[in-house]
């Protein structure tokens, strides 16, 4: 166990739907990062926040977004959902950019 | 843009054979990391190396990191259907602005 949570595990939704992905973070980490993985693919960047800041930007369609709460849970927004979205969706958290990241489980989104 | 690139993408060995994959940056990296994905599982955590030339073992892995900081390696001694898996390497840019991971190679093993 990573120590880092996600929810939903499994997500089944239509193209054109809306979806948030959560994510709470390892205790005391304050980097989160989001990562998507098509089928037997590697893991694309898409964006990572510090402290509740937005630090770095990845391949992150416009159609996605994200943000960190205070509490430092971050959540990704995807909207407009289209089939090639379907994809497991990470998300890792470090105590600072260059230190080693733990990831979650994953949530599996299916978008039909 | 930075980019992380390994070979090879997949490997087929019979158990007990050796292992290596490589790992090779664009840019320079202020220090590397290796992650290893079970299937069906998440990326974990092996190893961070930092100094130029570094060499650490973990029991039949074994990481290298370039003397120019632009490539690494890691090496399995007798290969266990265990190590099965997908072994990305990652490493942030000098600038801190992004965190990038090389494509990953398959191991599949026989036993």
């Known amino acids: 166990d990573s120590g880092v949570t996600q929810t939903p595990k499994h997500l089944i939704t239509a193209t054109g739907q809306r979806v948030t992905l959560r994510c709470s973070p390892r205790?005391?980490?304050?980097?989160v990062y989001w990562y998507q993985q098509s089928l037997d693919q590697g893991l694309q960047f898409l964006i990572q926040?510090?402290?509740?800041?937005?630090?770095a930007k990845g391949n992150i369609l416009e159609r996605f977004s994200a943000q960190q709460f205070p509490d430092l849970h971050s959540e990704l927004n995807l909207s407009s959902l289209e089939l090639g979205d379907s994809a497991l969706y990470f998300c890792?958290?470090?105590?600072?950019?260059?230190?080693?990241?733990?990831f979650g489980p994953g949530t599996r989104l299916t978008v039909l | 843009g930075q980019q992380v690139m390994q070979i090879p993408q997949y490997q087929h060995v019979q158990e007990g054979e050796d292992f290596t994959t490589y790992c090779n940056s664009s840019?320079?990296?202020?220090?590397i990391q290796w992650y290893k994905q079970r299937p069906g599982g998440h990326p974990v955590f092996l190893i961070q190396l930092v100094k130029s030339g570094e060499v650490k073992k973990q029991k039949r892995l074994t990481f290298q990191f370039g003397e120019a900081k632009k490539n690494s390696s890691l090496h399995i001694t007798a290969t266990q259907t265990t190590d099965v898996g997908t072994y990305f390497c990652a490493g942030p840019d000098n600038y801190g602005q992004n965190f990038v991971f090389g494509p990953g190679t398959r191991l599949s093993a026989l036993p």
């Open positions: 890792a958290s470090s105590e600072d950019n260059r230190d080693e990241q733990f």
């Open positions: 926040y510090y402290n509740g800041e937005e630090r």
């Open positions: 840019t320079t990296l202020s220090n």
């Open positions: 205790s005391g980490d304050l980097s």
